[in-house]
């Protein structure tokens, strides 16, 4: 599998995302998001230069393979580890503790 460039993921966005409207220099668009009803306004952003997604509504975000993940209602990585008594660090809500 390949990394998506900058280049690449304007299509990519159309054929997945109800896209709303891009910023002025086209780096980041505003979609309906996939996950929930968007009523009024899109509550979903893409970064088409870093392939970074967040949803406002949902207050959660990540990467490509995330997006990917979720679309096709796969299990991110932490639930996966969680299935199996492990964690993946990093990615935790809870503040690292010592």
Known sequence: MRTRTA????PWIDANLKRSYDSQDGSEVRCFCPFHD???EPS???NRNTGLWYCFTEQTGGG???LR????HEQPDEDLA???GMQVFGRTSEPHRT
Do not use: C, P, V
Request: a positive charge; hydrophobic letters at 40%.
């Open 38 to 40: 968007d009523e009024d």
């Open 64 to 66: 490509l393979r995330t």
């Open 44 to 46: 979903f952003s893409i």
């Open 82 to 84: 969680a299935r199996f």
């Open 7 to 10: 280049r690449d993921l304007g």
């Open 69 to 72: 993940m979720r679309l096709r």
